[in-house]
């Protein structure tokens, strides 16, 4: 049995029970069946689909966002957010993917040759809690209008999200088994990345469950695309404007509670500007409002589960006991974590070293734009970096220097459906969203014709 729990109140919401060999079978048979259909469908006939699915998760954001507030204790502004962008990515593909995958002419000395982009089958998405419906509609968007079909293995604690995102597909009308949602334990996924029917696998997670289904999908010889976290810096220069900084600063680390990959992580302040950034900066922090996520006023929730906000408190501790200072925050109730900033924090700090899921600032002060530079690449992740500076010009000359994903100047790392979202090193490889997220899913076929 799966449960969902409230992390809040730590009440049960809903057990579901696992499906069983036979019933799994019986999905991914219908998957294929489906897929046989869906891939001689029209671009039109599909974004008709996906257009009536922006207005199913528009109508019904407040509900949906609800789900999520008692899940995960995201807070319900922040919520009912994350189904609007949902919505707007189903629009975004519904609009541009005829355009994005139309057949490329490639000149030769051929009387014709050009490149056609067309669906692999069925894709496996693997997805984590976090963002219960922005992870799953950021693949299923583009992956559905490439001609896809799509199975979700959700976490174990949004099973409740998992039914009604499935659920939203089935009110817009797509035919059945275009999208289907698998209840089911970690324990199910190897068997089904080795069935011949699924051609490729998605995930969003862990370093650890990342190496597992690459590995696995590897064996196969599928593809797979990877986003493992972050742990991203923000770096504030000596002549970056310090109150924008302040403000993107706050959402950039601690909205979703701090659980998110693509948080600030490591704030990297000059020497110059570090005492005027962190007395605004705290200000901000204690304005911060801690409450049930229900409440329309509440910023910060709780962490999704109680373990997850022990290990925080772990990585803190131990950067305690190395000589990090807590300026504000730093203590555990359950699994709610307060919001924390740390100083004198050094490059062996677990808070440094390891990704923080949570609410945490970590502060390090730097001297030269060339210090910081080496600072943030100091880290096994490569997702994305914040810079801020009023002179753009410079700092884009060092855009390059950067050993990440996404480099944003004078805001905070974010997806957007309009541009290409991943990274490098153990932050994962392939890309969603864009033009390049959805050719990931598809079979990139030359052809050459000769008279």
């Known amino acids: ?46 974004a008709s689909f996906l257009r009536k699915l922006a207005t199913v998760l528009a109508a019904k954001k407040d509900a949906y966002g609800k789900i999520m507030a008692l899940e995960v204790g995201k807070p319900i502004k922040q919520a009912v957010a994350e189904i609007e962008k949902c919505a707007w990515v189903c629009n975004y593909y519904a609009e541009n993917a005829k355009t994005i995958l139309k057949p490329e002419t490639v000149i030769t000395d051929a009387y014709k040759s050009y490149v056609n982009y067309e669906p692999l089958g069925i894709v496996l998405a693997i997805m984590p809690w976090n963002y219960p419906f922005w992870q799953v509609f950021r693949f299923a968007a583009p992956a559905v209008m490439a001609g896809n079909v799509g199975l979700l293995k959700h976490a174990s604690n949004v099973m409740m999200s998992a039914e009604h995102i499935e659920d939203s597909f089935r009110l817009a009308g797509f035919p059945e088994g275009v999208f289907q949602s698998l209840v089911i334990k970690s324990n199910k996924v190897d068997s089904i990345i080795k069935d011949k029917r699924v051609k490729a696998v998605t995930l969003t997670g862990s370093k650890p469950a990342g190496s597992a289904v690459a590995s696995a999908a590897a064996k196969e010889i599928k593809k797979s695309v990877l986003e493992l976290g972050g742990s991203n810096a923000f770096i504030v220069c000596n002549d970056a404007n310090i109150d924008k900084a302040v403000e993107t600063g706050i959402n950039a680390r601690y909205q979703n509670t701090g659980q998110s990959c693509i948080a600030a992580k490591r704030f990297l302040l000059h020497k110059d500007v570090a005492a005027v950034f962190l007395d605004k900066y705290l200000e901000k922090v204690k304005s ?17 589960r109680e373990d997850l906000a022990v290990e925080l408190e772990k990585q803190v501790n131990d950067s305690v006991r190395q000589g990090a200072k807590v300026l504000i925050g730093g203590n555990r109730s359950g699994a709610y974590y307060q919001p924390t900033v740390l100083t004198r924090v050094t490059e062996d700090m677990p808070v440094f070293k390891e990704e923080t899921f949570g609410p945490v600032a970590a502060v390090v002060i730097f001297e030269n734009l060339e210090e910081a530079i080496r600072i943030s690449n100091n880290s096994d992740f490569g997702l994305g970096v914040s810079i801020f500076s009023e002179n753009t010009d410079h700092i884009e000359k060092y855009i390059t220097r950067f050993n990440e994903g996404a480099v944003f100047v004078n805001e905070l790392v974010k997806s957007d459906p309009r541009l290409p979202f991943g990274g490098i090193k153990i932050s994962g490889f392939g890309r969603e969203l864009g033009y390049y997220g959805i050719k990931e899913f598809t079979n990139i076929k030359t052809v050459v014709i000769n008279k």
Do not use: C, H, Q
């Not at 069983?20 to 001689?40: G, P, V, Y």
């Not at 911060?288 to 929730?301: A, F, N, Q, V, W």
């Open 288 to 304: 911060l409002r801690s409450g049930d996520p229900l409440e329309e006023d509440t910023y910060i929730g709780t962490l999704a």
């Open 1 to 46: 049995m799966i449960r969902s729990v409230n992390p809040y109140n730590n009440m049960l919401l809903k057990e579901f029970e696992e499906l069983s060999e036979k019933e799994i079978e019986a999905r991914i048979e219908l998957a294929e069946n489906t897929f046989d259909r869906w891939k001689e469908t029209s671009f039109e006939e599909r």
